[in-house]
C-alpha cells in the first residue's frame, strides 16, 4: 500500500505559477511511475503528467507541454508539478497517482494507478 498526500493548490490569477507537491509513503519500492491527473466538476477525470520513478522518464499532456513540469525527487519520496501560465480551463481538483503502469500509454491512463490522493484543488479565475 502507497499512501500519498497533495499540497500547493489554491488561487492564482490567470498567467500565474503554483507548485504541487506529492509526497508518497508506505510500500514506495513497489511504484514504477508517479502521475498527475485532473478532474473539474461534471468532467472525467483526465491525464496530466507521468514520470517513471528510476529514470524519471516524463510524460506531458498537449494541453500544458510548455507550461506544466513534471519532476521528482527520490531521497524525498516526492513528485511535483510546476505549473506556469496558468489558465482558467486548467481549474480543476488535482491528483497524484502511483503505481506500475508499464509503457508510456499506460502510463497516461488512469486505469494503470491503484495510489491516490486526496487531491488539491487550483482555481485560476476568469
Known amino acids: 500500500q502507497v499512501q500519498l498526500v497533495e499540497s500547493g493548490g489554491g488561487l492564482v490569477q490567470a498567467g500565474g505559477s503554483l507548485r504541487l507537491s506529492c509526497v508518497a509513503s508506505?510500500?514506495?519500492?513497489?511504484?514504477?511511475?508517479m502521475g498527475w491527473f485532473r478532474q473539474a466538476p461534471g468532467t472525467e477525470r483526465e491525464f496530466v503528467a507521468a514520470?517513471?520513478?528510476?529514470?524519471?522518464?516524463?510524460y506531458l499532456a498537449d494541453s500544458v507541454k510548455g507550461r506544466f513540469t513534471i519532476s521528482r525527487d527520490n531521497a524525498k519520496n516526492t513528485v511535483y508539478l510546476q505549473m506556469n501560465s496558468l489558465k482558467p480551463e486548467d481549474t480543476a481538483r488535482y491528483y497524484c497517482?502511483?503505481?506500475?503502469?508499464?509503457?508510456?500509454?499506460?502510463?497516461?491512463?488512469?486505469?494503470?494507478?491503484?495510489?491516490w490522493g486526496q487531491g488539491t484543488q487550483v482555481t485560476v479565475p476568469p
Open positions: 497517482a502511483a503505481g506500475l503502469p508499464m509503457s508510456p500509454a499506460q502510463r497516461m491512463g488512469a486505469r494503470n494507478y491503484d495510489s
Open positions: 514520470i517513471t520513478w528510476s529514470i524519471g522518464t516524463t
Open positions: 508506505g510500500r514506495t519500492f513497489s511504484i514504477s511511475a
